[in-house]
Every structure is written in structure tokens, then in C-alpha cells.
């Protein structure tokens, strides 16, 4: 055997042995996710925003995943059933919760059966649908800070619209209640149609209303938006300050819609998840879709996203002990 061909085996050699124990260091399940369909749970009604957001998401990460991703839907006790459904399958990446901002809410407000920050891992939020404080024009508030005043001027004799106490609706009136000190007096409603029409009407002073119930009102010129509680502004009203342009820091109210795992599910296959899902959501038809439903994405890391529940339940757990809020 000449020196060349010596050289050329051990070379393969070294090359089978760094294969192998590349493949010892990936296991077989991570190298195989996934290996059959995936499912999304969703606790959100069929034909909701978030249900609308989850199957256009879902159509598109079947291409990346190489496997049928199938939507389901799981309802009851404020999305918790689903997640449940979710805990109680094995933490191969196969079934996922598709839950919204409710989740850093209900825990603090009811008993369920999981601890939403020791049993559950964020995978990637899916979009961010924003609130928007809307007035009726006869009203006469041109601005927050007009609304503010007013408040301030007689406190107690204001009141507000929401779809029920812990949701995005309530929980956004009690952040802007807690930066601005005002006091005003909480109407709950049944749904975002009435408390609109309510508010249209001028029976509630303001409500946080989800984008997608308020905008035609606002450009048929019956609803005035005074600002949009994000980060950001929307696409949808760029003329609209947000809350902190507007002169309110830290009050802003992120309503997102996201995706969850168990806690053990291996780090290879969330980042998969994540990245698949990033992908589709950079797509210009789930875009598309996401604009329709007022929604805007909302791209974050795995580990960004964890973060970002863990800070939001902290500061929700403050805003109802201040305001004392429960569900009836």
C-alpha cells in the first residue's frame, strides 16, 4: 500500500468518525423532526383572529416542515383547555399550542392545571393584534391628553368599555389607568360589536378596542382613534400616535398570538419551529392575511420570546393587585 493510499484511508476514516459522532451529538428524533403531521391547538373560536392567523401560518410551515400541519381547534376555560391538550402529548415538537396574550392573564386570575412558566416553553409569537383607544367624536377629545384632563378634572366620572375584566381590552384600560392616575369607572360588555356600538353611541367615554372591531368605524369618521397601545404604529392608522408618542410612557398593551410547547421539548426542534415559522410569516401571503385581521408580525428569537412573557406576567400581576381585578 503506498504512502498516498494510506493517508487517503486514515483521511476517510476521520471523516466516518466525525460523522458518527455528529450523529450520536444530533439525536435521531431531531434529525427526523418532523417525522409525521404537527399539530396546532388552538383555543380560539373558528373564524377569530387568532384561528385566521393560525391556519395562514399553517399553510405555509407544511412546505418547510415537509410534513401536514393540521389546525385544531380545543375550546373552554379561556384558552387553557387547549394548552392542556398540548402538555398532555409527548414533547416531541409534534403538537403545538397556538394561545394568545391570555396566557401571561388567566394564571394570575384562575386556577389551572400547569405552571405557565415552569411547564411551558415559547416557541415564536405569530403576530401582535393592536388595541386602539377610540372616543366618540362628540365626545370633543381631540387627544389623549384632552382625554386625560377630563378625567383628571372629575375623577370617577368617566367610564370605560371592555369585553371583560383580564382581557387585552380591560387589561389595556388598566395600564393606561395606572400611567396616567386616573380613575374611571369600568363597564364590561360581552363582546367588541357592543362595546363599539356603545362607545359610538357615547353611553362609555373610551375603549381599548382590538384594531380589526374598530377600524371601518374609525374611517367611516364614527370612531375617532386617539392612539394605538404598541410599540409602534400601525400600518393600518399611521396617523395615530402610540401611547407614548402620545405623552404616556409605559403603558402600551401587546396583544400577541403565539406559539407553545412543553417546557422539555429539545432545543433543536423549537429552533426548527422557530425558524420555519419565521420564514412563513416573512411570506407576502400570510402578510396579507395578518393585515386583514389588523394584525402585524411580530418576530422574535425563542428565547426573546420567553422573555418577553416572563417581564409581561410580572407587570400583570401588578396591574390586578392594583386594580383588583377578578373574574366574576
Known amino acids: 500500500m503506498t504512502h498516498s493510499s494510506t493517508l487517503t484511508r486514515r483521511h476517510l476514516i476521520q471523516t466516518a468518525a466525525g460523522l458518527a459522532a455528529t450523529s450520536l451529538a444530533t439525536p435521531l428524533w431531531a434529525q427526523a423532526y418532523p417525522n409525521r403531521p404537527v399539530r396546532l391547538i388552538s383555543g380560539a373560536t373558528a373564524g377569530s383572529a387568532s384561528d385566521i392567523i393560525a391556519r395562514a401560518v399553517a399553510e405555509k410551515i407544511q412546505a418547510e416542515l415537509g410534513q401536514p400541519v393540521i389546525v385544531e381547534n380545543r375550546l373552554g376555560a379561556s384558552g387553557t383547555i387547549a394548552v392542556g391538550a398540548m402538555l398532555a402529548a409527548p414533547p416531541d415538537g409534534h403538537t403545538v399550542s397556538v394561545y394568545t396574550a391570555a396566557h401571561t392573564v388567566v394564571p394570575l386570575l384562575s386556577k389551572v392545571p400547569y405552571d405557565p412558566l415552569k411547564d411551558i416553553s415559547a416557541v415564536i409569537p405569530l403576530a401582535v393584534v393592536p388595541n386602539v383607544l377610540v372616543v366618540a367624536p362628540s365626545k370633543g377629545f381631540k387627544t389623549v391628553q384632552d382625554l386625560v384632563a377630563a378625567a383628571k378634572a372629575k375623577p370617577g ?3 370605560y368599555a371592555s369585553v371583560g375584566a383580564g382581557t387585552a381590552t380591560s387589561m389595556s384600560a388598566e395600564k393606561f389607568r395606572a400611567a396616567t392616575g386616573i380613575d374611571a369607572v ?4 360581552k363582546g367588541s360589536p357592543e362595546a363599539v356600538n356603545e362607545t359610538i353611541a357615547g353611553r362609555t367615554d373610551f375603549f381599548f378596542a382590538p ?4 377600524l371601518p368605524m374609525i374611517k367611516a369618521g364614527r370612531l375617532q382613534a386617539l392612539a394605538v397601545a404598541t410599540t409602534k404604529r400601525s400600518a393600518q392608522l399611521p396617523d395615530v400616535p402610540t401611547l407614548a408618542e402620545a405623552g404616556i410612557a409605559n403603558s402600551e398593551y401587546l396583544f400577541w398570538i403565539g406559539m407553545l410547547v412543553p417546557v422539555k421539548t429539545p432545543r433543536d426542534v423549537v429552533n426548527r419551529l ?8 416573512a411570506t407576502p401571503e400570510v402578510r396579507e392575511r395578518l393585515a386583514s385581521q389588523g394584525a402585524e408580525p411580530l418576530p422574535m428569537s425563542p428565547e426573546q420570546f420567553d422573555a418577553m412573557i416572563r417581564e409581561e406576567m410580572a407587570a400583570n400581576a401588578a396591574i390586578i393587585k392594583a386594580a ?4 366574576d
Open 274 to 281: 422557530n425558524q420555519a415559522t419565521q420564514r412563513a410569516l
Open 186 to 189: 369600568h363597564v364590561p360588555f
Open 324 to 327: 383588583g381585578i377578578k373574574i
Open 211 to 214: 384594531l380589526v372591531s374598530a
Open 157 to 159: 366620572s368617566l367610564n
